[in-house]
């Protein structure tokens, strides 16, 4: 832990400042605040008030995979770098693409998302840009600058891309598992607008979750550092610490959604699929049928390879959803509808084993 810590901050170029400049800051910041407090800058610096920032968490936790999956090649590519590099967002927002970035070391650096390490301001993201080519901006520079890597990478047009022409229920060599990627928190809060999920022809679907006010941006919820859940906050107004039933229901939803995946795939797909967490393409043949993938058929040539269109548009949602796993949360309905009609779909090729009367869309 402590050489940890010592690593990063001389990696981002030291935290402790020059006192005058501390001082000089604390004037202006607590113009109110009593003279003798400020004439002692050496407490203040003990004991900085506002960030807490724990090494080792979060966009800090530098030995996780995020940080790492590239450490055996030269580089990391430039179609990675912008949410994977130490340093990659002012460069994206400039540029709108990265060049190739060094491995990364010590996780995030602090001017990853500050551009003034002095006053802590943050770099100016006008807007958001989803790979669905839709562009949101939310108002909140910080909420901006959060979805800029909380995104995804996928969405409703390239599934309808990688599908098209293809009927409904005939498994298809060419169709290969398509991935949103990893906690595209902005993508579900945004629903509809961003269209990152996958969102079936027909239908309408829930836009921005509209929290209440004070209590609607991603850093009104979660630390900006570390991303926890700001969970002292919500007591203040939910029973309990926060508002469990959607997130329950939607859990229930996922279990109903991944049975009734199984089920079409046994019959339509002429072979079982099962899910594992361990590796990419995530989805497997369930070779002996047992129900679960198991160590050894998790295998990068074992990859699931009967996917008709309809089973690969609930497999994507049914992913985007495990991604999120604050879901429910960001935007409760949006991800009921996304389940809601995941569900529809398989069971309108009548092989699903589902049966969707008696039930009602969100
Ligand atoms: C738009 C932002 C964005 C881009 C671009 C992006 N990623 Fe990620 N990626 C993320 C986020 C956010 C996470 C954090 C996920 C987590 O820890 O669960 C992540 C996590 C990962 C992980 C770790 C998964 C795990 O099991 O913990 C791998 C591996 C990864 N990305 C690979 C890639 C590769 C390869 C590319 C380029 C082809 C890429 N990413 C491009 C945002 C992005
Ligand atoms: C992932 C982006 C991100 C990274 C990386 C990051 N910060 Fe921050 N930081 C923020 C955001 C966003 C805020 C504002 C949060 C708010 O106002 O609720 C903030 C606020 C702060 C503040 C409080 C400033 C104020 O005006 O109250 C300090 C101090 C700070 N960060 C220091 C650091 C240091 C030091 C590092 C590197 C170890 C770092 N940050 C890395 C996003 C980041
Ligand atoms: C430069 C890309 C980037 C930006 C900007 C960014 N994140 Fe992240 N975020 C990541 C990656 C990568 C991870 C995964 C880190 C890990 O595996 O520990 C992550 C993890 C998280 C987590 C999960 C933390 C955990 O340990 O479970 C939360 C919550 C989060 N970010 C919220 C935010 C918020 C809020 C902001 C805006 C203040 C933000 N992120 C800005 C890339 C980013
Ligand atoms: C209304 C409050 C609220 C808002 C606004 C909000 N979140 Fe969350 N978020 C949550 C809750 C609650 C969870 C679930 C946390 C848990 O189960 O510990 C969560 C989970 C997450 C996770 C997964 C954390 C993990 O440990 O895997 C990420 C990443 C995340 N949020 C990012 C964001 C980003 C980025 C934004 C803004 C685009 C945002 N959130 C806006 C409440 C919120
Ligand atoms: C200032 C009061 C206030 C605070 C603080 C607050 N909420 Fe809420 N929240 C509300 C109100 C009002 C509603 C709308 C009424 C309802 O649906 O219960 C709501 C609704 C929600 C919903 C949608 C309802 C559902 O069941 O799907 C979620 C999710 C939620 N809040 C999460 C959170 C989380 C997580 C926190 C803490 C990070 C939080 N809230 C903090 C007032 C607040």
């Not at 990391?76 to 130490?86: D, E, G, K, L």
């Not at 498994?171 to 990893?182: D, G, S, T």
């Not at 829930?206 to 919820?221: D, E, K, L, S």
């Not at 979660?222 to 859940?229: A, D, I, N, Q, T």
Request: charge should be positive; charged fraction near 20%.
């Amino acid at each position: 832990m402590t050489d940890r810590s010592n690593a990063l901050v001389s990696a981002n170029g030291g935290l402790p400042m020059n006192r005058n400049i501390v001082s000089l800051l604390l004037t202006t910041m607590l113009a109110a605040a009593c003279a003798s407090e400020l004439s002692r800058p050496e407490k203040k610096a003990e004991k900085p008030a506002g960030a807490r920032i724990e090494i080792g968490a979060g966009h800090f936790n530098r030995d996780a995979k995020p940080f790492h999956y590239w450490d055996k090649q030269k580089e990391i590519p430039a179609v990675c770098a912008r949410c994977h590099a130490a340093n990659g967002v002012a460069q994206y927002l400039r540029d709108g693409a990265n060049t190739p970035a060094p491995h990364v070391r010590n996780a995030f650096a602090c001017t990853n998302c500050h551009a003034d390490m002095l006053s802590y301001e943050r770099h100016r993201v006008a807007k958001v840009i989803f790979a669905s080519g839709l562009a949101v901006d939310s108002g909140d520079n910080n909420m901006n600058l959060c979805m800029t890597c909380h995104q995804g990478r996928e969405s409703t047009a390239s599934v309808d891309k990688a599908i098209s022409g293809m009927p409904a229920d005939v498994p298809n060599l060419k169709l290969a598992f398509v991935h949103v990627h990893y906690l595209p928190a902005g993508a579900t809060i945004y629903g509809t607008e961003a269209k990152v999920a996958y969102e079936f022809a027909g239908k309408s679907y829930a836009g921005r979750f509209n929290h209440v006010p004070g209590m609607n941006t991603c850093t009104a919820c979660h630390e900006p550092h570390g991303g926890e859940l700001r969970a002292e906050k919500c007591a203040q107004c939910h029973q309990g610490s926060r508002p469990e039933k959607s997130a329950r229901e939607l859990a229930n939803g996922m279990r109903e959604l991944y049975a009734a995946i199984q089920h079409y795939a046994r019959a339509m797909g002429g072979a079982a699929i099962g899910f594992s967490p361990e590796a990419f393409p995530y989805w497997y043949a369930d070779a002996n049928g047992n129900g679960r993938i198991d160590p050894e058929e998790v295998r990068p040539d074992n990859g699931y390879k009967a996917f008709t269109p309809r089973l690969l548009q609930s497999v994507y949602n049914y992913t985007f959803l495990l991604r999120d796993p604050g879901a429910a949360y960001h935007n409760g309905r949006y991800a009921g509808q996304l389940l809601y009609d995941s569900l529809e779909n398989l069971a309108a090729s009548g092989k699903a084993g589902v049966e969707m009367r008696g039930t009602a869309r969100p």
